[in-house]
Every structure is written in C-alpha cells, then in structure tokens.
C-alpha cells in the first residue's frame, strides 16, 4: 500500500463514496465528490496523480473530442490510461476522475492520464502536477462574460503553464495566438498545410485579425476557418511557425467523415468537418511525441465514436438524432459548414440556453451565419430552450422559413416534433446546458442507455 497521510486517506475514502453514491442514485454527479476530497485536503491532487504520466487538452473548441481522440488511440497501444470523459474539466471535477481512479496498492509508474480542463483552470491544476504535455486547441470568444476576450482567454491559460516550464507544449500553429509565446517550454506546432475552403480572406466577424505584435492585419496564404491559416504580418515579419506535424492534403471530406493525409500518410477520421480534422491532427501530434505506431492510429481515428454530446448519433423511433454542442460563433459556423454537406431533406432543431455554463450573453448568436442554412433542404424547424424567443428573432431574420418554425417550451414537444416529422435526419445544434438537459430527458424516456 501507498504511503499517504491521514488527511489525504480521509479525503480520498470520503470522495470515493460520495462518487459511489453519486452514480448509484443520481446516474452522475462528477464534480461533487471533487469538492469533498478539495474540502478535506486541498493539495489532493498531489497525493492522486502519482506516477502519471499527464496529457492535459485545454483550448475554446474541441477539448472534448480530442481527449476522447488521444484516450483511444493511447488505449489502443496498450497503455494504462484514464480520463475525465465526462467533460468535467474544473479542477474539482479533475479530482474526482482521479480520485475514481486511485488505489492504495502500490501504483503501476506506466500510467497515462488524457484530462480535459478548462481554460481557466489550468493554473489549478499545474498548481499540483507537472504534465508531460499541454496542448491548447484554439482561442475563440467564448462566454464573454467569464473569460473576456481572446487575449484574456490566452493569458489565463499561460498563467498554469508558466507554473510548468518543464511540459512539452503541442500548439496548433494555425491559431496566431500561440505564436512566438514567452514562456521556457519547449514547443511542437501542427497545423494545415491546405486549406478546405480555398480563401485567403477571414471573415468580418473572426476572431483574431490583427498582429499580436504590432496591430496590423494579418495577411494569410490561406484561410481554414475564423482566424486559424497560414497567417503573415506584412509589416513586422510575424509568421506562422514552422510546422513538425501538418494535415497535407484532404482527399475527401463529406457530412459524417474525412479522409486526409497527415505527414504524407492517408487517414481517415470518422468525424465530420474541419474542426474533427484539426481535433485529429492534435491527437496525432501528441500521439507522435510518444512514439505511437501509425497503423495504431490509423485505425483507432477510423472508428472514433462520438463524444458525450459531440456529433452524437440517437435513434429516437427510427429517426436519426444528431446532436451537436454548440457555443461561440466559430463552432457554430463550423458545425453549419458540416450541416450543409447533407443534400437529403433534414430537421433542424435549436436548443439555446444563457445559464451561466453557456455565457449569461447570447448577442453572439448575431455572429452566426445562419443565413447560409437558408440553401439547404430543411422540412422542420424545431427552436426550444430558455432563449428560444431570441433563437427564433435571429431564424426569421436570417430568412429561415418561418411557416416551418415549431416553438417548443419543453422537451416533451421537441421529441414529439422529431418523431412525428417526415424527416430520417434531425440536427439539434444546441448550446451546453441544453444539451445536458435533453440528454437527461431522453434518458429519461429510455431513448439512451448511459447518461454520462
């Protein structure tokens, strides 16, 4: 057995539980036992992350889906790892998946933890841990009201690494934010080295357009999506980095998959749209530091399943439920993107909540190019949510149908919508909190089989 003291025993037992009666009564519950174990020794995490090696995925975009990405692909190579699948990513759900995981026998030292945390809780954590490696996805406005602007985003996130300077940093060299960072790390870039959309002009409402060193704006060889290409500053020199691991050519991408190359070999990535793209290269990437075998990856991104709430597929009396977590214009966009790849006749489906997990301001939905919803072949319009009212002011001005809209004030009408539609195929595009709700109520009707 481990040598612990006796506060740090109290904490872990009482933790553990509260986690077992968290999932026997209430089917979840994964950020409560956290605070428990911090109440009674708020150094626990010290004590609980012994002999792991950390992968810790932080960014606005795609946490989720590429932790989800890196466990299996780690998982798959017959490594001892774990993670907080449940998208619990503060500090005190971090605690509990590890305290979930913890033994007093005496731990194996070839452990793995992928944890998913959130940008402004990096510095809690590396507060306790040194991580082999961070990455941070992407930095968009996301919850305006909590983390500021994208800058402020940024800067919360160097303050948890700065306490790490040892941690192998995995950057996405798209994103000009993370550019010439000043900080000790040592650094890896991936990034795309073509563009799907064959643009080099950002859109009026992206992200980061001007030269994080002289306030220019930036030139781009090409555009992906927002702000994240191949940028340049014409008049100070700033560039993207050099890359070490680049998505070369995308061979085909369509509404449920992609198949690319990366580093010049073939991949294929059972997730939709850009953004799962960049999600696998990230995978990759840090896969690659750790000496993964390709053929390794190669099959475990072939038969990725979505994430809790991420693309989602649920069959709901025959029809095909796709839900998609939506958040900040630069997803949503994406997720549209996606969407628009589908030349069958679908359902649409709003959910819009303001709680303060989804940003109390819900002005960004004005960001959102809804309008381009307007070329597709959409039979139902199905808007719920505490927001609905907004959602449906911003539909009918994007010239949406309005005969076809369907108001719904709970979630009892949505499925009865869903089911009585004509449609195979409904999109529930649908910010957090509502996402966890509906996910609750189809629970609850036994249309899914695992809540968390």
Not at 260 to 279: A, H, R
Not at 399 to 408: G, I, M, Q, V
């Amino acid at each position: 057995m481990s040598k612990i003291n006796i506060k740090s025993f109290i904490s872990i037992i009482t933790s553990k539980i509260v986690l077992k009666l968290s999932k026997t009564l209430f089917k979840g519950g994964s950020n409560f036992p956290g605070k428990i174990a911090l109440k009674i020794d708020k150094n626990i995490l010290k004590t609980i992350t012994k002999n792991y090696k950390i992968i810790i995925v932080t960014g606005t975009n795609g946490k989720t889906t590429t932790t989800s990405m890196i466990y299996n692909i780690l998982k798959k190579s017959g490594k001892n790892v774990i993670t907080n699948n449940t998208g619990a990513n503060m500090l005190p759900g971090v605690v509990a998946c590890f305290v979930d995981n913890f033994s007093f026998n005496t731990p194996s030292k070839n452990k793995f933890a992928v944890i998913e945390v959130d940008e402004a809780n990096v510095k809690f954590i590396t507060k306790h841990v040194k991580p082999e490696i961070i990455t941070i996805t992407n930095l968009f406005r996301d919850q305006l009201d909590r983390y500021g602007e994208v800058y402020t985003t940024l800067n919360k996130i160097l303050e948890g690494i700065k306490l790490t300077p040892t941690s192998k940093l995995v950057l996405n060299g798209d994103e000009s934010l993370l550019g010439d960072l000043d900080i000790k790390n040592p650094l890896v870039y991936y990034g795309f080295g073509t563009s799907p959309t064959n643009t080099n002009k950002i859109g009026v409402n992206a992200d980061a357009k001007f030269c994080k060193k002289c306030k220019a704006p930036y030139k781009y060889n090409f555009v992906t999506y927002n702000h994240l290409g191949d940028y340049y500053c014409d008049q100070c020199g700033y560039k993207r980095p050099n890359l070490k691991y680049t998505m070369n050519k995308i061979i085909d991408l369509t509404e449920s998959c992609s198949t690319v190359l990366i580093n010049k070999k073939e991949f294929s990535i059972n997730q939709p749209g850009t953004y799962n793209i960049y999600n696998a290269l990230c995978a990759y990437s840090i896969c690659k530091e750790f000496d993964i075998n390709d053929s390794i990856m190669r099959e475990s991104l072939g038969n990725q399943k979505s994430s809790f709430g991420r693309q989602e597929t649920i069959n709901i009396e025959g029809k095909n439920i796709k839900i998609i977590l939506v958040k900040n214009p630069a997803g949503y966009d994406e997720a549209i993107n996606t969407i628009t790849l589908n030349k069958k006749i679908i359902d649409m489906t709003f959910l819009l909540n303001d709680n303060y997990a989804d940003g109390r301001d819900v002005s960004w939905i004005w960001d959102v190019n809804f309008e381009k919803l307007t070329s597709l072949n959409i039979g139902n319009i199905i808007i719920s949510g505490v927001r609905l009212y907004d959602m449906a002011i911003r539909l009918k001005i994007a010239e949406l149908d309005e005969s076809k809209f369907n108001l719904c004030e709970n979630y009892e009408r949505v499925v009865d919508q869903i089911k009585s539609s004509n449609s195979e195929t409904t999109y529930v595009l649908t910010t957090y909190t509502a996402m966890l709700e509906f996910r609750k109520f189809l629970y609850s009707k036994g249309y899914i089989e695992n809540l968390w």
